[in-house]
């Protein structure tokens, strides 16, 4: 008998956690109210503040750095290194606004969603290899590693942790109340 085997090549992980903490909310809100002026990276409409590079130990700790080491842990327990937070930056999303597709510097990247009211447009994830795009038969593996898109429903405290170069956008928002998200980025050192 012939020996048979599947190897998956060339897969992504994406690492979901959930923070209910109005701590740490407040401090973002209260940035963001801070802030003066809008930049204009990847959204269409809406709100992006500059970027920030100091944050309170804990909210370093428990926001960016410990959702980062637990989704690397599960990705290989025997790797051990340190991780550096390289910038943050708040996002206000109103009804309509999106943002368009786009990759993170850094080794990692996250979102931690602040305020989502509903229909306020989900995470869309794209599958790196383009090539998928042009292919009709995608949608006959039921595999994420056949998906042209990962797209998740977000909630209020939910921070999602992925390499930071994994394309994403967010869809237009439908919700009458504003969508707030912290994005971050991660490196190595």
Same mark, same amino acid.
């Given at each position: ?7 998956? *090549? ?28 809008? /930049?204009? *990276? ?6 992006q ?9 804990? %909210? ?13 842990e599960?990705?290989?327990p ?9 910038n943050?930056w708040?996002n ?5 606004d999106? /943002? ?13 969603? %602040?305020?989502?009211?509903?229909n ?8 790196g /290899?383009?090539?998928?795009?042009r ?8 595999d994420?590693?056949?998906?042209? /898109?990962? *797209? ?8 999602y ?18 969508? *707030? ?6 490196? %190595?050192?």
């Open positions: 008998m012939n020996k048979m085997s599947l190897t998956t *090549i060339f897969s992504d992980s994406i690492f979901k956690t959930v923070v209910k903490n109005n701590k740490y909310k407040d401090y973002f809100i209260k940035k963001l109210n801070s802030c003066k002026q809008s /930049n204009y *990276i990847s959204n269409v409409g809406g709100f503040s500059n970027s920030f590079y100091e944050v309170p130990e804990d %909210i370093l700790n428990k926001i960016f750095l410990r959702p980062a080491y637990k989704y690397c599960k990705l290989n025997q790797k051990k290194f340190k991780l550096e937070l390289i943050y708040i206000k999303n109103k009804t309509n999106y /943002n368009l597709m786009h990759s993170h510097e850094g080794f990692l990247s996250g979102i931690y969603y %602040i305020k989502t009211p509903d306020c447009g989900r995470l869309v994830f794209q599958n /290899n383009l090539t998928k795009m292919n009709n038969y995608t949608s006959f593996f039921y994420s590693n056949f998906f042209t /898109n990962f *797209i998740f429903d977000v909630k209020e405290g939910e921070i942790v992925f390499p930071s170069v994994m394309l994403h956008s967010v869809e237009p928002s439908r919700a009458r109340e504003d969508r *707030i998200s912290v994005a971050f980025n991660l490196r %190595i050192i």
